[in-house]
C-alpha cells in the first residue's frame, strides 16, 4: 500500500488490447482470478451484491478489472458469461502477471484497491475490506 501499481497489458475478448494504467476511474478493484474457483465466484457475488460498491460502478466511479492471468483460454471464454458485462473481463496474453512476477498470486483470488493514479490503497484485500474502504471514502472519512 502506498506505491504505484504495476501496469500491464491485458487483452479482451474482443481482441482489443488495453493497460491497467488506461483504466480510468476514481478506483480500480483488480481481481485476479480463475474461471471455475469457488473462491472466486464467491467474491463475483460479494461485489454483485453489494449496492454500494454497485452505485459507484453505475456512476464510473469504481471500475473493476478481473483478469484471468493463466493461459487455458478455452476455459476462460467458458467462463465470461459468470461475470457481470460493466466489469473490463480480461486476460493476461502476455502472462507476465505470473512469469514476472507482477503481482503477489499467493492465493486465487486476488484483490487489489487503486485510486485514479493507480496508487495500491489495499493490497490482498477481503472484498468487504474494500468495500468498507470505498464506502468510508464515499462518505468523506478515508
Given at each position: 500500500?502506498?506505491?504505484?501499481?504495476?501496469?500491464?497489458?491485458?487483452?479482451?475478448?474482443?481482441?482489443?488490447?488495453?493497460?491497467?494504467?488506461?483504466?480510468?476511474?476514481?478506483?480500480?478493484?483488480?481481481?485476479?482470478?480463475n474461471p471455475?474457483?469457488?473462491?472466486?465466484?464467491?467474491?463475483?457475488g460479494?461485489?454483485?451484491a453489494?449496492?454500494?460498491?454497485?452505485?459507484?460502478?453505475?456512476?464510473?466511479?469504481?471500475k473493476?478489472?478481473?483478469?484471468?492471468?493463466?493461459?487455458?483460454?478455452?476455459?476462460?471464454?467458458?467462463?465470461?458469461?459468470?461475470?457481470?458485462?460493466?466489469w473490463?473481463?480480461?486476460?493476461?496474453?502476455?502472462?507476465?502477471?505470473?512469469?514476472?512476477?507482477?503481482?503477489?498470486?499467493?492465493?486465487?483470488?486476488?484483490?487489489?484497491?487503486l485510486?485514479?493514479?493507480?496508487?495500491?490503497?489495499?493490497?490482498?484485500?477481503?472484498?468487504?475490506?474494500?468495500?468498507?474502504?470505498?464506502?468510508?471514502?464515499?462518505?468523506?472519512?478515508?
Amino acid at each position: 500500500p502506498g506505491t504505484p501499481a504495476t501496469d500491464f497489458r491485458y487483452r479482451l475478448a474482443s481482441g482489443a488490447w488495453g493497460t491497467l494504467y488506461g483504466v480510468k476511474a476514481d478506483y480500480t478493484i483488480l481481481f485476479l482470478n480463475n474461471p471455475g474457483c469457488t473462491a472466486c465466484k464467491e467474491t463475483i457475488g460479494q461485489i454483485v451484491a453489494s449496492e454500494p460498491v454497485g452505485r459507484m460502478i453505475a456512476r464510473g466511479k469504481v471500475k473493476v478489472l478481473a483478469v484471468y492471468p493463466d493461459e487455458d483460454m478455452k476455459a476462460w471464454r467458458d467462463y465470461l458469461p459468470h461475470f457481470p458485462s460493466a466489469w473490463i473481463n480480461a486476460y493476461d496474453a502476455d502472462l507476465k502477471i505470473k512469469s514476472a512476477e507482477l503481482y503477489d498470486l499467493k492465493a486465487i483470488p486476488t484483490l487489489y484497491l487503486l485510486d485514479g493514479r493507480k496508487t495500491v490503497l489495499l493490497r490482498d484485500a477481503p472484498f468487504p475490506r474494500i468495500e468498507r474502504y470505498l464506502i468510508d471514502a464515499e462518505a468523506g472519512r478515508s
